[in-house]
Structures are given as structure tokens and as C-alpha cells.
DNA sequence: TTGTGTTTTATTGCCTCC
DNA sequence: GGAGGCAATAAAACACAA
């Protein structure tokens, strides 16, 4: 072992011999260099062997006895024969007592290194080896190490888990609104089609109406109520989506929700390449349909509260990133 | 009682710092 | 080069179910 001292055997070369009686051990923190002192030869009559460990002073140095200390002499009461034959014993890991843990533990809140003066007071104070107080305190850095990265596992796993959960939701509604979508724009189309066979003004000769102010006659009521609805279903939705993300987002949804509501970008969920239409079907929509004088007024509220000029249903046209709803950006 | 898993004590080897 | 820290590991002690 380079470069450390082994100061007690436990299972080394040292303590298969001749233990000497603990009473003829050196007290730990008696000498000024208690490691020196205590490795000693196997021949040497004051080397520390098997029961180097064991002391007999309890934390406030009262003498003990090994009954009151450790293991076997818990259980029964034991001769001096019995002690006799225990010296004999190969040499066995001691626990230390629960006074023992309990001073060593507090010891550790304060401060979990160990200075050397530290480490000879605690050995003092508690009857051990200083050797044993640096090994206890490894071991309890390690212990505590070993907690504190399961600690910090759980709480990254409680972090993924509510943002998987957030996402997922997020994945649904888009989904669902996409669904929506689909559906209305399809009924929208086929009306218009209906409108092209039925009014000759609209649809098959575009060229004719570009003078000619659609009027809020261009849409039937019907559409209008259907597109109104639409709207007040966003709405709905727009509700619903941060019921999700209030309800139980932790902090770490918040960045989530805070900067989609701060780009009122709703391409997080209509992504402009996912649209179902061709451009030309979007823009016969807009020249068609989607030019109403009449406005949405909830759409408008929520959305706009001063509409441009060149709005379809509140929305400029410029700005097509949605902040309330429309997938063909 | 015994087999087995867990915890605690201790060792070993390597590394860093002074 | 010595002292001390850490990771890996051994082994004893302990807990507990069957």
C-alpha cells in the first residue's frame, strides 16, 4: 500500500498474531504520533492487533467493559473464559455503537472533512483509533455521494416526466385542432363550390370580381356561423391549453408556456409546412371567402383589439404567425 | 435455522496536493 | 515523497423472509 501507514489489522498479515490484551493498547491520541506509535512488528508486545479496534471508553470517556461495547458479550454472560477464548478469536470487524454512530454522525453535519486535530479528538473522545474516524468519515462522504446522486436523479426524473406529460397534451391538442381544421375547411371548400355553380358573380371569374367589394351577402349565413363557431371553439381551446399548462406545470414548464405566449407563435403547433391545402386553394379561401366585411368580434377581442385594415377575420395579413388561430402560415 | 440481500467497517490502489 | 481523498472492493455484521 504505498504510501499509508497501516495503522490496526483487521484482515492483514499483522493481526493473524498474538493479539495482546486491549488493556495493554496504546490510547489512541496518548502519544503525539499515535500512527507510529501503534504500527508496530508482529514481535512487538505493544502491537495492536485484532482487537485494536475495540476500545473500552465510551463518548464520555467512562471505561466500558466489552459486554456493554460489542457483539458477543451482548448476548450472554460470559466468563472469563469466554473473554479469554474471544481474545483468541481471529481478529472481527466491531461495529460501533450506537453512541458511537450517533457522535460521529453530528460530528459529520458540522463538517464532513476531517481535520487531523478534529480526527485525534473524535478518536479521544470516543475510544477509536484515528484511523477508524477518517475510515468512518470516508465511507459517510461516500454514503452521503451516493444519496444525494439518487436525490438528484429523482428530481431530473420528476422534471421529464412533467415536461413529457406537457408535451404530450401539447401533441394532442395540435392534433385535435388540426382535425378541426381539416374538417371546416373542407365544408368551407365545398360551399364555395356550391356558391361558383349557384352565383355566377363569384368563384369562375375572379378577374371580374377584383373591382367589386365582396359584400356580406359573398357568404352565407350558415358559413358565417359555422367560421364563428370555429372561432369560439379556439377559444375554448386556447382555454383548455392553458388550463394544461397552468394546472400543474412546475417551473419547468413555465419557460415552455412563457415563450410561446411571448412570440404568440402558435407554429409550435401549426407548423406552416403541415398545412393540407395548396396555396392556390388557400388563397382562392381568401379571395372567396375569408374577406367579409363582418368581423368575429370574440376572434377580434381576443386577438386584435384594433384590427388592421387589411385583416381577414381580425388577423393581419402580414402577420401570419396566428397568435389566435389559422394554420395556412 | 438458513439462505440471501443489505449495511457497515476496513483495505487497496491510484491520484492530487503540498 | 508523504499525507490524505476517493473509487472499488472484501468481508463481517446484520436483517429478514421462508
Not at 458477543?72 to 477464548?85: T, V, Y
Not at 473524535?122 to 444519496?147: D, H, S, V, Y
Amino acid at each position: 500500500m504505498a504510501g499509508r501507514t497501516l495503522l490496526y489489522g483487521s484482515t492483514g498479515v499483522a493481526s493473524s498474531v498474538n493479539p495482546v490484551p486491549i488493556q495493554n493498547q496504546i490510547v489512541p491520541g496518548s502519544s503525539s504520533e499515535p500512527h507510529n506509535s501503534i504500527f508496530m512488528s508482529a514481535s512487538s508486545s505493544s502491537f495492536l492487533g485484532p482487537r485494536s479496534m475495540v476500545s473500552f471508553e465510551d463518548v464520555n470517556g467512562r471505561k466500558r467493559t466489552e459486554k456493554s461495547f460489542y457483539g458477543p458479550f451482548d448476548q450472554e454472560d460470559n466468563g472469563d473464559e469466554d473473554l479469554d477464548e474471544y481474545f483468541r478469536q481471529p481478529e472481527k470487524k466491531r461495529r460501533l455503537t450506537v453512541e458511537q454512530v450517533q457522535f460521529l454522525e453530528k460530528s459529520f453535519e458540522v463538517e464532513n472533512k476531517l481535520e487531523p486535530e478534529r480526527k485525534i479528538e473524535l478518536a479521544k473522545e470516543l475510544g477509536l483509533q484515528p484511523r477508524q474516524i477518517a475510515i468512518w468519515f470516508q465511507n459517510r462522504r461516500a454514503r452521503w455521494k451516493t444519496k444525494q446522486l439518487e436525490k438528484d436523479y429523482d428530481v431530473l426524473q420528476a422534471s421529464y416526466n412533467n415536461l413529457k406529460a406537457d408535451y404530450d397534451s401539447l401533441l394532442k391538442e395540435k392534433d385535435k385542432l388540426k382535425a378541426e381544421i381539416a374538417q371546416i375547411t373542407e365544408k368551407l371548400l365545398l360551399k364555395e363550390k356550391d356558391n361558383g355553380n349557384s352565383k355566377s358573380s363569384y368563384g369562375s371569374d375572379l378577374s371580374a370580381e377584383t373591382t367589386k367589394e365582396p359584400s356580406a351577402d359573398s357568404v352565407s349565413e350558415d358559413e358565417v356561423s359555422k367560421i364563428s363557431a370555429l372561432a369560439y371553439k379556439h377559444e375554448d381551446h386556447s382555454s383548455a391549453k392553458s388550463d394544461v399548462l397552468d394546472s400543474d406545470s412546475p417551473r419547468y414548464t413555465d419557460g415552455v408556456q412563457s415563450s410561446l405566449l411571448e412570440r404568440g407563435d402558435s407554429s409550435y403547433i401549426f407548423e406552416p409546412d403541415q398545412s393540407d391545402l395548396s396555396q392556390d386553394e388557400e388563397d382562392d379561401i381568401s379571395k372567396n371567402l375569408l374577406r367579409p366585411s363582418y368581423v368575429f368580434p370574440k376572434i377580434e377581442d381576443d386577438c386584435y383589439s384594433d384590427p388592421p385594415s387589411s385583416s381577414y377575420f381580425g388577423f393581419p395579413v402580414e402577420d401570419q404567425s396566428f397568435g389566435c388561430f389559422w394554420p395556412y402560415n
